[in-house]
């Protein structure tokens, strides 16, 4: 399985962006970029997913490198809410499935 | 529209037993996998089924099992448990393969297996 590499833990103040980094440098697939989070005591909840390029929604942005070696998500605007493990989800060659690593539990403080 | 739905929600099994899980997926999603979510090794993949047939399994032993119907719903059974069985297990459904198609969780279903 392709290995990914998130920080354990990122801190964030209330009102302010959030950039949550993603190394994905061995991605085999050429299929979405995904990524999920979970908030305490709930199932995982989606956020966004890319290919290529840039990629905005409700939630989030996506920022995804040319290579596609690496990708970035960005509130924009953190709320208590926001407070939550990020997964980063790259795809897999011939594998039509997601594989969850340990993610970014990310801390927001009000 | 009604979000995925499990049931039970909490389940306590004796080791040696077996136990089926149940999941509703949500209207019109044709696919619905299985995750184990436990501490120690995260969330795990267990299985897709699409259209009643399995896409893809993840590495776990033939114990787990699952199936599902022509209305989408799905079951997992997991067969003589274990101890290490005990974990959340959590069911997520989307229109396409998870891949590809963003995926909706349910709340889990929490098994102890003692």
Same mark, same amino acid.
């Given at each position: 399985?392709?290995? $990914? $590499?998130?920080?354990?833990? /990122?801190?964030?103040?209330?009102?302010?962006?959030?950039?949550?980094?993603?190394?994905?440098?061995?991605?085999?697939?050429?299929?979405?970029? @995904?990524?999920?989070?979970?908030?305490?005591?709930?199932?995982?909840?989606?956020?966004?997913?890319? &290919?290529?390029?840039?990629?905005?929604?409700? /939630?989030?942005? &996506?920022?995804?490198?040319?290579?596609?070696?690496?990708? $970035?998500?960005? &509130? @924009?605007?953190?709320?208590?809410?926001?407070?939550?493990?990020?997964?980063?989800?790259?795809?897999?060659?011939?594998?039509?499935?997601?594989?969850?690593?340990?993610?970014?539990? &990310?801390?927001?403080?009000? | 529209?009604?979000? !995925? *739905?499990?049931?039970?929600?909490?389940?306590?099994?004796?080791?040696?037993?077996?136990?089926?899980?149940?999941?509703?997926?949500?209207?019109?999603?044709?696919?619905?996998?299985?995750?184990?979510?436990?501490?120690?090794? #995260?969330?795990?993949?267990?299985?897709?089924?699409?259209?009643? *047939?399995?896409?893809?399994?993840?590495?776990?032993?033939?114990? =787990?099992?699952?199936?599902?119907?022509?209305?989408?719903?799905?079951?997992?059974? !997991?067969?003589?448990?274990?101890?290490?069985?005990?974990?959340?297990?959590?069911?997520?459904?989307? !229109?396409?393969?998870?891949?590809?198609?963003?995926?909706? =969780? #349910?709340? #889990? *279903?929490?098994?102890?297996? *003692?």
């Amino acid at each position: 399985d392709a290995k $990914t $590499t998130q920080p354990n833990s /990122m801190e964030s103040n209330e009102e302010e962006p959030v950039h949550l980094p993603c190394n994905h440098s061995t991605i085999s697939g050429t299929d979405y970029i @995904h990524w999920y989070r979970q908030l305490p005591s709930q199932g995982p909840e989606y956020v966004i997913h890319g &290919l290529t390029s840039n990629v905005n929604n409700r /939630m989030a942005s &996506l920022a995804i490198a040319e290579d596609r070696k690496s990708s $970035t998500l960005i &509130l @924009h605007r953190a709320t208590l809410r926001d407070a939550a493990v990020y997964y980063c989800i790259p795809p897999i060659q011939g594998a039509q499935k997601l594989v969850f690593g340990q993610g970014t539990r &990310l801390t927001i403080n009000p | 529209k009604a979000g !995925v *739905t499990q049931t039970p929600r909490y389940l306590i099994k004796t080791r040696g037993q077996q136990v089926t899980l149940s999941c509703s997926p949500i209207s019109g999603h044709r696919s619905v996998s299985w995750y184990q979510q436990t501490p120690g090794q #995260g969330l795990q993949f267990l299985f897709e089924y699409f259209s009643e *047939t399995q896409r893809n399994k993840g590495n776990f032993p033939g114990r =787990f099992s699952g199936r599902q119907f022509s209305n989408s719903r799905s079951e997992m059974n !997991v067969s003589t448990l274990e101890l290490g069985d005990s974990a959340l297990y959590l069911c997520a459904s989307s !229109v396409g393969h998870s891949g590809r198609y963003e995926q909706y =969780f #349910g709340p #889990g *279903t929490r098994l102890t297996v *003692t």
